[in-house]
């Protein structure tokens, strides 16, 4: 049996919805509380999505954490709560390119990109929706510069 949940890292409570979900099942509602926040703890302040995997019979569980959206990374690495009201005319902030290839680099498994370069575009699409710059240029300016071979990605 799987139970899926969205929590933020590192702050999952008894409450719900995890302890009227657990405890049907048996399972120790303080212990997996406490193993989901171990697990999550290195994304404090972000929602991430966990999947506990549990057998009924012998009451062992295992729990998988997957990895924030491309959105929550960026608004992670820039310190804010949100991007701009009006992309491309509003600036919320500017991240490094190499922020942006780590970014795309940790995400890639769950992307439908074929290539490194592929993962960096989306990352750079998602720049572009949020109002992000990248090393203070248009992330469309980069995009550009990618596609004519005039940055390289490590």
């Known amino acids: 049996m799987e139970v899926k949940l969205l929590i ?8 719900p919805p995890i302890g009227p979900t657990l405890s049907p099942l048996g399972l120790p509602v ?24 549990v057998n009924p019979t012998t009451k062992e569980y295992t ?22 009201h009006s992309p491309g ?9 190499e922020k942006v290839v780590d970014i795309a680099k940790q995400k890639m ?19 572009v929706s949020m109002g992000v710059k990248v090393d203070e240029k248009d992330p469309k300016e980069v995009i550009r510069a990618l596609e004519k071979g005039e940055l390289t990605l490590k």
Do not use: F, H
């Open 8 to 15: 933020e890292g590192g702050k999952a409570t008894p409450g």
């Open 30 to 53: 303080g212990k997996v509380v406490a193993d989901i926040n171990k697990a999550t703890s290195k994304y404090a302040g972000m929602k991430v999505p966990v999947i506990i995997k």
């Open 63 to 84: 729990i998988e954490v997957g990895s924030p959206p491309v959105s929550a990374l960026i608004k992670k690495e820039l310190r804010i709560e949100k991007g701009a």
């Open 89 to 97: 005319s509003e600036w919320v902030g500017s991240i490094s390119l």
């Open 109 to 127: 498994d769950q992307m439908n990109a074929a290539s490194l370069e592929a993962a960096v575009k989306e990352v750079l699409g998602t720049c």
